[in-house]
C-alpha cells in the first residue's frame, strides 16, 4: 500500500501555475512530499517535465545526493509498475539533473558562462586556508601601503585617525579583525562595494532632526516604549496584589505612582519628548508603615515586581538617555570620520584582493555567487536587470525548488530570483523550510526572508492565487505526548517578537505518527534536573553522571518501537543520542564518565582535530623543524614518540639556562662528561635525526617530509596501539592528505603551510576529525544540536540546559548588524577616554534579542528531534532560582512577558518559565522543599519532572551500583557457605552449593575432537563449502581447479624478474589497492580522470609503479561508469561509504560441520572490500578479478564468501544487508547474488 498523503500534502504536491511556500514544521514529510511533486511532474501525462528542467537547491552536498537517490528510487519504483520510454528517458537525465547546492549551482553557471565576465576559464577552487592566507597577505600589504600614504599628508591624515583609534602598540591584530569581520559582512550582500558605501552613511546626522529621522532611532523609540509598557504592566500587576484582601495596601500609593509615572512617559509622541522625561528618574519610596494583617509573600511579590522595573527603567536610561543631544551629536561627528576611513579601507581591500585572486586563478565560495550574479544581472540606467543568458537559464527550467529556504541569505534570494519567471508574469518557485528552525545566524542566514513572504503570501487557495502559502503542521516523527510537550513550552516562550514567529494554532505541531500502545516506563517529555554537588569538582561530569544513570534505568525498563515490525522491544543503546549546545568541553566529560560506566559512545565532531595529541605531535615537529628556537614545540618533539626523552632528561639539558632549548641541547652534546655520557650521546643522536630533517626543506615538499617521518619512526605503530587508535590512524593520514593538498594551492614550503595551520586554528575552521566508521554501532551518539538538525532519534537527551548562552560579543570596538549597520563607542582620542554611543548601545540590544531568538530556535530543534522520548537535563547551583518564574503564568495560553524572555541566561530559564505553573513543576519544587502553594494548571499535558538533591542523586547512583553488584555478591556469599560446610564436615552441602561446585569444576566434554580451530577465515569456509558443493555434481567436463592452493612467490634474481608472470593474486591486490584510494564522490562530481589519479597516487607512494603496470585502466573506468560505482559516490557524500572493513564474527561449531557442538563457537575473521548504507539498509560489494566465463561460476565460488560477510555486516551495525554483489572485472558487469 503506498503513502497516503493528507490534503495539504496533496496540496503541495498537486498545485501548479504560481510561486508556492511551503511551511513545514519539525518531521511534516516535506522531503517525501518534495519528491512525490517532482516525479509527479515528470510523470505527468499531459504536459510532463523533463527533469533536467528543473533546478533543485539543497542547503548540503549529503542533501543533495540523498534527494537524487530517493528520486531514483522513485523512479525506478514507477517504472516497474507501469514502463515507458519517457520515465526510462528521466533515469537517464537524472545523473545531469540540477539537484545540487547553491555553491554547486553557481559553479556551473561559471563553468558555462566565464567568458561572459572575462574570467579565465583555467580557475581553481581555493580552499579556506589558502584564502585565509591569501586575505592576509593582501591586508598587512594594503596598511602598510595605506599607512605610507598617510605619512605623506601629514598627522591629519585620515587613516592615521583610523590607527590611532584602533591601534595598540606595535600591531595591527585589533583593527585587521575588524575590518575582515566587516568585510564578511559585506560579501553576505549581493553587491559588496554598493553595500561598503551605503555603511558610510551610518553616522551621518548633524542636527537633532536629522538624527531622529532615522530609521534605527524610529525602532530605538519604539523599543524603549515596549519597555516602559512592560513597567507599566508589572505597577498594574503590583496595584493588584495591593488591593487583594491580605495584600501590603500601604504599598498602593507607590504602586500608583510608578503606573502613573510609566503611563506618562507612554504618552511622549517623539524620541525628543521621551529623552526630556527620562533625563531623570525618580521613585517614590516605599512605606515603612507596618501591618499585620498583610500576606508575607505577597509584600516580597511586590518588592521584587518594583525592583524589576526599576531596574528597567534604569538600564534604558543609561543606554539612551544618560547623555545631551549635543553630546551625541559630538560623537556622531567623531564616529562618522572613523566610519568613512574604514569603508574606504575596505573598499580598497576589496578592490586589491579580487585582482589577486584573478592572477592566481582562484576563486572561492564567496566568488562563486558573486560572479554568477555578475553573469546573471547586468545594470541598465541605475537598476539591475536579467542579463541574456539569465533570461535562457528561465527559458530553460520550467521550476525552481528551495529547500531550506530559512536559511537563505540575500545573495542566493536574489540570484535564484533572477533564474525564475516573476518579472515575465511566469511565477514558478517552490520554496519550503520552516522559520523555527532557522538556526544559521552565524552564517549570515536571513530568516526575514522567509517571514516576508510567510506574512504576504495567501493561504487561501484559488484558481487565480499566484502567490500561495501551505502550511504542513502534521509531524509524523513524534508521539502525541512528544507533541503536547513541545507545544505547551514553545506556545509561552516563542514569539514575533523572540524567535521571529508567533507560535500559535497556525505554526503549533499536530500529531500524525502512529505508534502502539505500551506498558511500563511512560513516554514523552521529561525534566531532569540535579542540585550542584558541592563535592563535584566538575558540573559537566556529574551532569554526566546522571545522564549515564538514566541511560542504565532506560534500557531496564524501556521499550522503543521496532522499525521493522512496528512493535514494541527493549531500548538499546543506538536508539539513544546526547544532543549540546555545542560539544567543546562536554564530549570529553561524557566520554570519560561512559568509558567508566560501560556505556559505549561515539562523539560525531566536527572540531578537535587540531587538539588531538597524534596531529599536535606531529605539528610541535614541523613547526620546532621551522624554527628550532622556538621552546614549545621543540619541547614537545623531544618529549614525545620521535624524542623519546624524559621530563628527566630535559630538565638536565634546560639546567643550563641557555637562551633557547634548543642551544641547550647542542650545547649538552657538545660535552664531555662521563657522568652524562648516555644522554650526551642521545642529544648528538637527536641533532643528527633532526638535522637530516632540516635540510630536507630546502628541497622536499612537506607531505614527502611527513611520510618519510611517519615511516622512518613507526609512528602509525605507536598511534595505533593507543586507545582509539583507528580513529588516530585516521586522523594522521588526513594530515597527509591535507599537506599534499596544500602543495598544489598557490602557497608552498613549511613555513606557509605551519602558517595555514595557524590560520585554520585561529579562525575556528577546523577539518574535524576524520570518519572512523564507529557510528554505525550500537553505542550512544554524542553531537550538537546543529549537527542533528534533519535527523531524529526514538531517545533523545537535551544535556547542559543550564548552560549560560553564548551570545553574540556586542561589547567589541565596533559591532555590525545586517539590517542597520555600524556601530562603535566615540572615543576622545587625544584624552583616550571612551564615551558610550546611542547607536551602539542600540545596535548591541537588538543583536542581542536576535541572538536570543536564534538560541530559542535552536531548543525548538533540539527538542523536534526526538519520535519517542525526550529528556531535557541541567544540573542547578540553587533550585530556589528556578522558582523564580513562578507566578507569571497566571493563565495557561498566555505567552511570558518578553522582557522575562529576552533576558533568559539559559534553556533552562525558559524551561522552567514555562512550566512554573505546571502540576509537575510545582509537586518536584515543592519535594525539594520549596513553598509552591500557587494554582496549577490542570489542562497542562504531561511532562515528568525530577529535581534531585546531591543526597538523592548518590543514592540513586547506589542502587543502580548495588542492583549490578547483587549478582556478584550472591556469587561470594555461596562459595563462602560452601567453605563453612566444609570446615565443619558437613556431609553434603544443599543443592546451590552443589551446583555451584558442578560449575566449577566443569570438564569440557568435546576435548577429542579435532580440526575445530578457534578462528577461521572466511576465505578457508568457502573453498570448503564450494568442495563441498562440487562433490554432489556430476563432472562430465575436464575437471577445472576451481580452488588454487595460495601462490608462494619463488625466490627470482633480480635479472629474471622481468620474465616472471604475475600471479592472479598480485593483479588482484593492486586492483583492491587502487580502488581503495580512490575518491567516488570527486569522481561523481568533477571531470577527474582514472589516469591522472593512478599517476597521482604513485608519486605520492601510495601504490608501487609495479602495481600500476597490472592495472588495465579501461576496465577501471567501465566499473566507473557502472550503476554500483554511482551509487558508492553517492554514498561516500553522504558519509556511508566503507572500505577494506575487517571483521570478526562467532558462529555456532555446528554451522562448519555436523560433529561438532552447536553450543560452541569459532570466531571467523575477514575483511569486506566495500560496504554502503542506502537507506538505512546495507549494498554489500566484492571485488573479483577471476579469469572466468560466467557469471554463475562466480556466483557458486563466492556465495559462502558473501554469506558470511552479510551476516557479519548485519550483526555488527544492526541493518540489513538488502543487496550482495559481485563486480567481476573479466566479465566488466556487477552480478547480483
Not at 568541553?585 to 561515539?602: C, L, Q, S, T
Amino acid at each position: 500500500m503506498g503513502i497516503v498523503f493528507s490534503e495539504e500534502q496533496n496540496l503541495v504536491i498537486n498545485l501548479r501555475n504560481r510561486n508556492i511556500l511551503v511551511s513545514a514544521a519539525a518531521g511534516s514529510g516535506k522531503t517525501t512530499v518534495l519528491v512525490e511533486r517532482i516525479i509527479r511532474l515528470i510523470s505527468d501525462e499531459e504536459n510532463p517535465v523533463d527533469i533536467d528542467h528543473l533546478l533543485i537547491v539543497t542547503f548540503t552536498k549529503a542533501a543533495a545526493a540523498s534527494m537524487r537517490e530517493k528520486i531514483s528510487e522513485a523512479i525506478v519504483k514507477k517504472l516497474e509498475e507501469h514502463y515507458s520510454d519517457h520515465l526510462q528517458k528521466q533515469e537517464t537525465l537524472l545523473h545531469h539533473a540540477q539537484i545540487t547546492t547553491i555553491d554547486s549551482f553557481c559553479l556551473f553557471i561559471l563553468q558555462n558562462n566565464f567568458n561572459d565576465i572575462g574570467l579565465d576559464p583555467g580557475f581553481r577552487v581555493a580552499d579556506e586556508g589558502e584564502i585565509r592566507l591569501l586575505k592576509e597577505d593582501i591586508m598587512e600589504q594594503m596598511l602598510a601601503r595605506r599607512l605610507e600614504q598617510s605619512r605623506s599628508e601629514g598627522k591629519a591624515g585620515s587613516f592615521s585617525h583610523l590607527l590611532d583609534r584602533f591601534v595598540k602598540g606595535s600591531r595591527a591584530d585589533a583593527l585587521s579583525d575588524i575590518l575582515f569581520s566587516l568585510y564578511n559582512r559585506a560579501l553576505s550582500y549581493p553587491f559588496p562595494d554598493e553595500w561598503l558605501l551605503e555603511r558610510k552613511k551610518d553616522y551621518e546626522g548633524s542636527t537633532p532632526e536629522e538624527l531622529c529621522s532615522f530609521i534605527w532611532m524610529q525602532e530605538l523609540f519604539s523599543y524603549a516604549k515596549r519597555n516602559i509598557e512592560v513597567c507599566k504592566e508589572i505597577a498594574l500587576e503590583n496595584i493588584s496584589i495591593c488591593e487583594e484582601a491580605s495584600g501590603p495596601v500601604q504599598y498602593l500609593p507607590m504602586a500608583e505612582a510608578d503606573y502613573a509615572f510609566a503611563q506618562n512617559l507612554l504618552q511622549s509622541c517623539s524620541f525628543t519628548e521621551l529623552h526630556e522625561k527620562m533625563q531623570s528618574l525618580s521613585f517614590m519610596t516605599l512605606s515603612r508603615k507596618k501591618d499585620e494583617n498583610a500576606d508575607i509573600l505577597l509584600k516580597e511579590r511586590v518588592k521584587k515586581n518594583r525592583e524589576e522595573m526599576k531596574d528597567i527603567l534604569k538600564d534604558l536610561q543609561k543606554d539612551f538617555f544618560s547623555f545631551s543631544m549635543e553630546e551625541m551629536l559630538a560623537g556622531f561627528r567623531e564616529n562618522d570620520r572613523i566610519v568613512n576611513e574604514i569603508c574606504d579601507t575596505l573598499l580598497d581591500f576589496h578592490k586589491r584582493f579580487t585582482e589577486s585572486k584573478k592572477e592566481k586563478k582562484l576563486i572561492d565560495f564567496s566568488d562563486m555567487e558573486h560572479y554568477a550574479l555578475q553573469i546573471l544581472l547586468k545594470k541598465e540606467d541605475d537598476k539591475y536587470v536579467p542579463s541574456k543568458t539569465a533570461l535562457e537559464y528561465r527559458r530553460y527550467f520550467h521550476e525552481i525548488m528551495i529547500d531550506e529556504y530559512q536559511d537563505s541569505n540575500l545573495v542566493q534570494e536574489l540570484l535564484l530570483k533572477t533564474i525564475s519567471g516573476e518579472d515575465d508574469g511566469i511565477f514558478n518557485r517552490f520554496m519550503v523550510g520552516d522559520v523555527k528552525q532557522s538556526i544559521y545566524q552565524f552564517r549570515l542566514a536571513r530568516p526575514q526572508i522567509f517571514m516576508e513572504k510567510y506574512d504576504t503570501y495567501e493561504k487561501e487557495v484559488r484558481d487565480d492565487t499566484l502567490l500561495q502559502r501551505i502550511d504542513l503542521a502534521k509531524n509524523y516523527r513524534s508521539r502525541r505526548e512528544i507533541i503536547e510537550g513541545v507545544n505547551y513550552l514553545f506556545y509561552r516562550i516563542m514569539g514575533r517578537d523572540l524567535g521571529n514567529v508567533a507560535y500559535d494554532e497556525e505554526s503549533a505541531l499536530y500529531p500524525g505518527a502512529s505508534y502502539p500502545e505500551k506498558t511500563g516506563e511512560t513516554d514523552g517529555v521529561e525534566l531532569l534536573l540535579a542540585k550542584k554537588d558541592e563535592d563535584s569538582k566538575d558540573k559537566k561530569e556529574q551532569e554526566a553522571r546522571l545522564v549515564s544513570q538514566r541511560i542504565k534505568e532506560l534500557l531496564r525498563s524501556y521499550k522503543v518501537t521496532d522499525e521493522a515490525d512496528g512493535q514494541p522491544r527493549p531500548a538499546r543503546y543506538g536508539d539513544i543520542v546526547i544532543l549540546l549546545r555545542k560539544l567543546k568541553d562536554w564530549d570529553e566529560a561524557f566520554k570519560h564518565v561512559f568509558e567508566e560506566e560501560g556505556i559505549p559512545v561515539y562523539v560525531e565532531k566536527s572540531t578537535g582535530y587540531f587538539e588531538t595529541g597524534e596531529i599536535r605531535t606531529i605539528l610541535n615537529f614541523l613547526k620546532a623543524l621551522d624554527n628550532p628556537k622556538q621552546d614549545i614545540p621543540l619541547f614537545g618533539t623531544m618529549i614525545s614518540w620521535f624524542g623519546k626523552f624524559t621530563n628527566e632528561e630535559l630538565s638536565v639539558i634546560q639546567s643550563q639556562k641557555m637562551d633557547s632549548l634548543y642551544e641547550g641541547v647542542c650545547s649538552f652534546a657538545g660535552k664531555e662528561e662521563e657522568e652524562y655520557r648516555p644522554l650526551q650521546e642521545k642529544c648528538k643522536t637527536f641533532l643528527n635525526w633532526f638535522s637530516a630533517y632540516r635540510e630536507q626543506i630546502a628541497y622536499e615538499p612537506i607531505h614527502k617530509i611527513l611520510r618519510h617521518l611517519i615511516k622512518e619512526s613507526g609512528y602509525l605503530y605507536e598511534v595505533a596501539s593507543l586507545p582509539s587508535g583507528t580513529q588516530r590512524l585516521a586522523n594522521v593520514r588526513m594530515l597527509l592528505t591535507k599537506a599534499e593538498s596544500f602543495e598544489k594551492s598557490s602557497y608552498s614550503g613549511l613555513f606557509h603551510f605551519i602558517r595555514y595551520i595557524e590560520k585554520m586554528q585561529k579562525y575556528d575552521v577546523d577539518f574535524g576529525e576524520a570518519a572512523a566508521g564507529d557510528s554505525q554501532n550500537d553505542v550512544v551518539r554524542i553531537m550538537t544540536i546543529h549537527k542533528s538538525k534533519g535527523l531524529e532519534f526514538p531517545i533523545c537527551f537535551i544535556a547542559g540546559c543550564a548552560g549560560a548562552f553564548h551570545t553574540k560579543d556586542t561589547s567589541a570596538d565596533v559591532i555590525c548588524d545586517s539590517n542597520y549597520g555600524i556601530g562603535m563607542d566615540y572615543v576622545d582620542i587625544p584624552n583616550r577616554v571612551k564615551y558610550r554611543d546611542i547607536r551602539k548601545c542600540f545596535l548591541a540590544r537588538y543583536m542581542k534579542e536576535e541572538s536570543m531568538g536564534e538560541e530559542l530556535r535552536v531548543l525548538y530543534v533540539a527538542m523536534t528531534r526526538a519520535k519517542e522520548k525526550l529528556i531535557l537535563t541541567g544540573i542547578c547551583n540553587d533550585f530556589g532560582k528556578l522558582a523564580d518564574a513562578f507566578h507569571l503564568q497566571k493563565k495557561a495560553d498566555r505567552i511570558l512577558p518578553f522582557i522575562k524572555r529576552a533576558n533568559a541566561k539559559s534553556f533552562l530559564d525558559w524551561i522552567t518559565a514555562a512550566m512554573s505553573n505546571h502540576p509537575s513543576f510545582i509537586k518536584a519544587m515543592e519535594e525539594s522543599g520549596l513553598n509552591m502553594s500557587d494554582m496549577a494548571d490542570a489542562s497542562a499535558p504531561h511532562i515528568e519532572v525530577r529535581c534531585l538533591t546531591p543526597q538523592q542523586f548518590k543514592e540513586r547512583t547506589m542502587e543502580t551500583d548495588i542492583e549490578q553488584g547483587v549478582r556478584k555478591n550472591r556469587l561470594l556469599s555461596m562459595l563462602k557457605d560452601c567453605d563453612n560446610r566444609a570446615l565443619n564436615n558437613t556431609a553434603e552441602c544443599d543443592s546451590s552449593c552443589n551446583a555451584l561446585k558442578e560449575q566449577l569444576t566443569f570438564v569440557y566434554p568435546h576435548e577429542s575432537l579435532n580440526g575445530l580451530y578457534t578462528k577461521t577465515s572466511v576465505s578457508e569456509l568457502k573453498m570448503a563449502a564450494m568442495h563441498k558443493a562440487y562433490e554432489k555434481e556430476s563432472m562430465e567436463d575436464e575437471p577445472v581447479k576451481l580452488f588454487p592452493t595460495e601462490e608462494i612467490s619463488p625466490y627470482i634474481p633480480n635479472f629474471a624478474k622481468e620474465s616472471r608472470e604475475v600471479s592472479g593474486s598480485e593483479r588482484g591486490s593492486a586492483y583492491h589497492r587502487l580502488l581503495e584510494l580512490f575518491d567516488f564522490a570527486e569522481f561523481m562530481n568533477t571531470n577527474v580522470k582514472i589516469r591522472d589519479c593512478m599517476n597521482e597516487y604513485a608519486e605520492s607512494g601510495r601504490i608501487t609503479e609495479e602495481e600500476l603496470s597490472l592495472i588495465n585502466p579501461a576496465k577501471i573506468n567501465t566499473f566507473l561508469d557502472s550503476p554500483v560505482a554511482l551509487r558508492m559516490g553517492r554514498a561516500q557524500e553522504l558519509g556511508n561509504l566503507h572500505k577494506e572493513q575487517p571483521f570478526v564474527l562467532g558462529i555456532e561449531a555446528s554451522r562448519l560441520s555436523d560433529e561438532f557442538p552447536s553450543e560452541e563457537k569459532v570466531l571467523i575473521q575477514g575483511i569486506i572490500d566495500v560496504y554502503f548504507v542506502e537507506d538505512n539498509e546495507i549494498v554489500l560489494l566484492d571485488y573479483k578479478t577471476d579469469a572466468i566465463k560466467s557469471a554463475d561460476e562466480l556466483i557458486k565460488r563466492y556465495r559462502t564468501q558473501m554469506d558470511y560477510y552479510a551476516e557479519a555486516l548485519e550483526k555488527i551495525t544492526g541493518l540489513r544487508v538488502k543487496e550482495k554483489i559481485l563486480y567481476s572485472f573479466a566479465l566488466e558487469k556487477e552480478i547480483l547474488i
